[in-house]
């Protein structure tokens, strides 16, 4: 158990060495600035649609949330019916 938590961590280290080497490289490249102007377009695109699926996606659950309601209401309120031939009679009694 101790080696594979030692391996583990050495993977980590490996990994976490190789991508702040890349970030280096890439700085002195002049590949540092992330925010382009292209960038920020695509991230304000995404957020908008973003906000028009949350709204479209609350009115979906609150109408499937409303229609469940209204069945369960029904079923629960709704007059008993004469019981399956393959019910017990424990069960007919209880429902």
Do not use: N, Q
Request: proline share 4%.
């Amino acid at each position: 158990m101790l080696a594979l938590v030692l391996s583990m961590l050495f993977c980590v280290a490996i990994g976490s060495g190789v991508v702040g080497y890349v970030m280096l490289e890439a700085r002195r490249e002049g590949r540092g600035e992330f925010w382009t102007p292209e960038g920020e377009e695509l991230i304000a695109g995404a957020r908008r649609t973003t906000e028009k699926v949350r709204a479209r996606s609350g009115e979906l659950v609150g109408t499937a949330a409303e229609k469940t309601r209204r069945v369960v209401r029904d079923k629960v309120y709704a007059e008993p019916t004469e019981p399956a031939e393959d019910e017990p009679s424990e069960v007919r009694r209880a429902s």
